[in-house]
């Protein structure tokens, strides 16, 4: 008798997979459909988060500009108005 995953790599016409393949794999895809790293570290067993954004973050480098962006609805990187610009003033008498 076969092992269940054996089983269903041999009927998928599948060559050179392993258990850490398809565990690599079901992570890569569940964190590019969520975008939730902590999701994947829990459903990956991952007891530290760290270990998922290891292996896992570079799979987002998106989420970095698009958070950056994001926090001009917070006025911060706003372009100041010209009537809040200060100039210098001039110390000579």
Do not use: C
Not at 42 to 66: N, Q, V
Not at 73 to 87: C, H, M, Q
């Amino acid at each position: 008798m076969q092992k269940p995953m054996t089983a269903a790599v041999e009927a998928a016409g599948l060559e050179d997979v392993s258990f850490k393949t398809m565990r690599a794999t079901y992570g890569k895809l569940l964190l590019i459909a969520t975008k939730d790293i902590e999701l994947v570290a829990k459903a990956l067993g991952h007891s530290d988060s760290r270990i998922t954004r290891k292996h896992y973050a570079a799979l987002l480098p998106s989420e970095l500009k698009a958070g950056i962006a994001k926090m001009s609805n917070l006025g911060i990187f706003a372009e100041p108005s010209k009537s809040r610009v200060r100039t210098k003033r001039s110390t000579s008498k």
